[in-house]
């Protein structure tokens, strides 16, 4: 019984810090949830946004702002809404880092769907390093390091918050991947940067290499040789991609890029971004048993 009431004690705390943070939000035929994290700032999902430029948040508390939309990243299915007036938005909640998030931790997944203000469940991360596709016209991508949890996300929840046990915002809900399952794009560093640049800009710029892989350990007597306990093994190489150009192939284990250690996904991906466009990048791969150097350049992701 003491173990429940700590358990209850611990979403309701969470709860009672997140939900008056978290606003349901009307942008043009859309409709979720939205995380303010900054001064005036909210941070939803892309596709819940669409090719809206404003809308409107509301709170719990019946406060009502008008919010314009700063920009969008379907490659990420992140958005930036921003208050026409600041002051009416609500301090803004406290960022964790979902990189130390472990399989088995407490969750609190808080939306504010219209007509279930103050929506609050709880659960566990069941998963994480998933993979989420997304895609942007002609551009595709995977979404990595993506959280799973069972905690129930209701019709509305997307671009609300995932909190941890101390009340950290972890992950932004995104996406039902089945029956008592949900989906979050973590808050990272890597995350924190595309919001960053869509406040500066509007927009991210990409580098694209062209590849798509999952973590593998390094064979023991390479890791014992080298001091390596994993990296990135390919399972596929695009066809004409800058990847493919530079000779990179599926089965590969990257080890290194831009000569810096990987060990999956993101470790890649927070490489790629706009100063990455078109210059020479080089990467370490085990092939066979054998180190193998390539330099590939990447072209702007567009």
Do not use: C, W
């Amino acid at each position: 019984m003491d173990e429940l009431d700590a358990y209850s004690r611990t979403v309701s705390a969470v709860a009672a810090e997140i939900t008056g943070k978290v606003a349901a939000v009307r942008i043009g035929r859309g409709s979720g949830s939205a995380v303010v994290t900054g001064a005036g700032v909210l941070v939803t999902n892309a596709h819940v946004v669409g090719d809206a430029r404003g809308g409107r948040a509301d709170f719990g508390d019946g406060t009502q702002a008008e919010v314009v939309v700063v920009g969008t990243d379907p490659l990420s299915d992140l958005a930036v809404l921003r208050a026409v007036r600041p002051d009416e938005l609500p301090a803004p909640v406290r960022l964790g880092d979902a990189d130390t998030l472990v399989v088995g931790q407490l969750v609190v997944a808080v939306g504010n769907p219209l007509g279930l203000a103050g929506s609050v469940t709880a659960g566990v991360v069941s998963a994480v390093g998933r993979s989420l596709p997304t895609r942007s016209g002609r551009a595709g991508r995977v979404v990595e390091d993506v959280i799973q949890t069972d905690a129930a996300l209701n019709p509305g929840n997307s671009g609300g918050a995932l909190a941890d046990h101390r009340a950290r915002v972890v992950g932004i809900n995104t996406a039902v991947a089945g029956v008592g399952l949900g989906l979050a794009v973590p808050v990272n560093a890597t995350t924190r940067r595309i919001v960053a640049a869509l406040l500066a800009d509007g927009r991210v710029r990409r580098a694209y290499l062209g590849v798509v892989g999952t973590p593998a350990p390094v064979p023991a007597s390479v890791a014992e040789k080298y001091g390596r306990v994993d990296g990135l093994r390919l399972a596929e190489v695009i066809s004409g991609s800058p990847a493919a150009q530079a000779g990179l192939r599926a089965g590969d284990l990257v080890l290194d890029v831009g000569r810096r250690q990987v060990r999956d996904a993101q470790g890649v991906q927070r490489q790629l971004f706009a100063e990455a466009i078109g210059v020479p990048l080089p990467v370490t791969v085990l092939r066979n048993g054998a180190m193998v150097d390539v330099v590939a350049i990447p072209t702007e992701l567009g």
